[in-house]
């Protein structure tokens, strides 16, 4: 009554084949749909593309108000997940008690990891834009955008504390350093890549968030540049959105176009974190 | 002279300022229930919690407002079911292939490209959905309207592929290996392994993948918006255009919303509804994480 | 009685990487008998424990040469087109560290004979029973076979684990130092079960205890840097050993 080893055997091989075939399919769709995009988009991108504002006529609109407004955007919140991110982490790490607090502040970090992006717009809108009146400005999408990037931050940050050899941290104090002298002068500079690598991944998933910047008031049709971090904007995002819901087929090039810097600059932040990763891997000897 | 006094309060101000920017993460959830909250209470005072829930129309900007969630939780449920339809199975199915059938050679170089892949933005995601998917669909179904739940859910399952392979694989190789020695020296395939001692094992972990999935395709807003349709529509069926929680605040926002308006309320009624939605799967995806620990 | 050979080892040398493990290793395992192999860390006795089964080829680094001649069927089991499932269906292993499923007990040691397509409830609790009654257990946990095992002690745990090879009725099992994570009295009760296990089932154990060996075993053999030193009745080979190296590690000078 045994079922025969030759037809489990059969089995398992058909299973790793189906396997095989579920993982080789998926990689293969996704990559046609971006290769499809960069045929459909690529062509599109000339030096008039980056230089030119949008415009109602399809071949005349150009990206400079998205990606100014991008890079301005950036920076703001870069430097506020900086700030408030590293800091987070390290009072998470260095200074912290185990015992309620501390799991209150961590189980919002994964709950708030977890949470949809439109959420943080609205609280957003009704606390930087009315509230504290900042208006849909450059300011409000910065601070709104490092909420959003906040807990990938202080993941990366508090690992990379952690990766550091305490014998070291020992050594700091022995020698009379401070709790914070120590911080300063060791454990944030030989954790530095760590946190890089963090601020890094935080900035190429806030690089093409559309929804929240959306529900701030971002505006869609910006023909100018912003001067201050008060003044409206737009960024990449919401310009591809804006031009596909065009009905004409010639902005849907645009935003083909539009799409392909994006993916652009995601992969490209996403590798160079990939890439300090593994250096930092290989040239760590403690 | 050498007391511990003397250097202490510019230190201090520095940890008094790290505990605030950790306290942050807690200020940002309560400043999301609250202002969801404090924004949608006038709106459930003028119309009542019943109208909200019963009402199969969604209309709120017509002279005779309708208030009814149901068509935009509906448009909700049915791209999450779909994308999750699809995304589940093949997910966890390349997951076990990835930990159990290939090399650590092998998912060391995959692993780094599904993680690219799960990175990229979801605006992008909406093009694929309106400008690839539903021409390739409509080939099949010529009724295909230029909107649809189901191109939009579709889509959708793709973008969270990557998030439920990369956390079941996670959760696959978390099994210990003595285990697997112990089934192949029993005679077992690597399949029958996989199937019938890995994946039970790893199931706590596996669900727990799953539900953010689910999570993740709730509050999914870029697709839907592009793809699904505009008009909030009580249907079941996939083929149809429908609006879904998501795409309906987007579509608000887009025009005007001047402070205190009705508009501008419902998006905050919506929204609160979704945060309940997504904090009851958070929470239940916490449940099934804190169960790991216990199997072994 | 006649003895017979269960298992003929010819020529198995045995590398990892580059490296060779196993050196031109000669042995007979003699049918229903338990024999051991003894030998410092790093002798090889392991190595060549698991060559038996073809637990090896789960490491894609490591290759055996040479012959391991199953008897009576006089199979070569490390030839290529030797397929491992039949080998494990007549080779069982028990490990170090237990390693029971998170599965009810009964289903742990149904586990090998529902592989095999047994379906029949009643045939199915007849020999989960019988091998556990093999492996000394039966009596401390015939009223909780619904239960997780992992809510047994790690000496039961351990006898749950023998009890799961020997369900389907192995010709061989091996055992790989299988009470050296557990008490004293674990230890001395699977000790005791061994007496009862070679009745049925040839038996090749790896242990590092000395003790053990010469307690429990018919047959040893004495490992050393990869090469078999010397081997033959357990009695005599402790009370005189003929190489001077053995003698050394049985009087403790090393180990």
Known sequence: ??????????????????????????????????????????????????????????????????????????????????????????????????????????????????????????????????????????????????????????????????????????????????????????????????????????????????????????LTYIAFLPKSIMDPFTVLPIQLFNWLSRPQPAFHVNAAAAGVILLFLTLSLNLLAIYIRIRVRKSVKW | MGTRQSRGWVEKIFETWFAACAYLSVAVTAGIVLTLVWESWPFFQQVGLVEFLFEKEWTPLFSDAKFGIQPLL??????????????????????????????????????????LLAGIPSVIFGYFALIVVTPFLQKWIPSLPGFSLLAAGLTMSFMILPLIVSLSEDALQAVPSSLREASQALGGTVWETTWKVILPSASSGIISACILGVSRAIGETMVVAIAAGQQPHWTLDPTEPAATMTAFMVQVALGDLPHGSLGYQTVFVVGLTLLLMTLAFNFLALQFRSRIRKSF | ??????????????????????????????????????????????????????????????????????????????????????????????????????????????????????????????????????????????????????????????????????????????????????????TAHIEEQLSEIKKQVTVMMVTHNLHQAARCSDETVFMLAGEIIEKGKSQKLFTNPQDKRTESYITGRFG
């Open chain 1, 1 to 218: 009554m045994e079922t025969s080893t030759s037809r489990r055997k059969l089995f398992n091989q058909l299973m790793k084949i189906l396997g095989l075939l579920g993982l080789g399919l998926s990689l293969v769709i996704l990559l046609t749909l971006i290769f499809d995009l960069i045929i459909r988009g690529g062509s599109r991108i000339d030096f008039n593309f980056l230089t030119s504002f949008p415009s109602r006529r399809p071949s005349e609109a150009g990206l400079l108000s998205a990606w100014v407004g991008t890079l301005f955007v950036m920076l703001i919140t870069a430097v506020m997940t900086i700030l408030v991110g590293v800091s987070a982490a390290i009072y998470l790490e260095e200074y912290a008690k185990p015992g309620p607090m501390s799991r209150l502040i961590e189980l919002n970090i994964l709950n708030l990891s977890a949470m949809p992006s439109i959420l943080y717009g609205l609280l957003a809108l009704g606390i930087f834009v009315h509230q504290f009146r900042l208006g849909a400005s450059l300011l409000t999408a910065g601070l709104t955008l490092s909420l959003l990037v906040l807990p990938i931050v202080i993941v990366s940050s508090r690992e990379a504390l952690r990766a550091l050899p305490p014998n070291l941290k020992e050594a700091s104090f022995a020698l009379g350093a401070t709790r914070f002298q120590t911080l300063i002068y060791y454990q944030l500079p030989s954790s530095l890549s760590g946190i890089m690598t963090g601020v890094i991944l935080a900035l190429s998933r806030a690089i093409g968030e559309t929804a929240p910047l959306i529900t701030i008031g971002a």
């Open chain 2, 74 to 115: 509906l448009g909700t449920l049915m791209t999450t079911l779909i994308a999750c339809a699809v995304a589940v199975p093949l997910g966890i199915l390349i997951a076990a292939t990835l930990s159990e059938f290939m090399s650590s050679r092998m998912r060391q170089v995959i692993k780094p490209v599904i993680e």
């Open chain 3, 1 to 186: 009685m006649v003895e017979s050979s269960k298992l003929s080892v010819q020529n198995l040398q045995f590398f990892y990487k580059s490296q060779q493990v196993l050196k031109n290793i000669f042995l007979d395992v003699t049918e229903k008998k338990v024999t051991a192999l003894m030998g410092p860390s790093g002798c090889g006795k392991t190595t060549l424990l698991r060559c038996v089964n073809l637990m090896h080829e789960l490491i894609p680094e490591a290759s055996a040469h040479g012959k391991i001649l199953l008897q009576p069927q006089n199979v070569n089991l490390l030839s290529d087109d030797m397929d491992p499932l039949w080998v494990r269906q007549r080779v069982g292993m028990v490990f170090q560290k237990p390693n029971p499923f998170p599965k009810s007990l009964f289903e742990n040691v149904a586990y090998g004979l529902r592989l095999r397509g047994l379906k029949n409830k009643s045939e199915l609790s007849g020999r989960v029973e019988v091998a556990l009654k093999q492996a000394g257990l039966w009596v401390e946990v015939s009223d909780r076979m619904t239960h997780s095992a992992l809510s047994l002690s790690g000496g039961q745990q351990q006898r749950l684990c023998i009890a799961r090879a020997l369900a389907v009725e192995p010709e061989v099992l091996l055992l790989d130092e299988p009470t050296s994570a557990l008490d004293p009295i674990s």
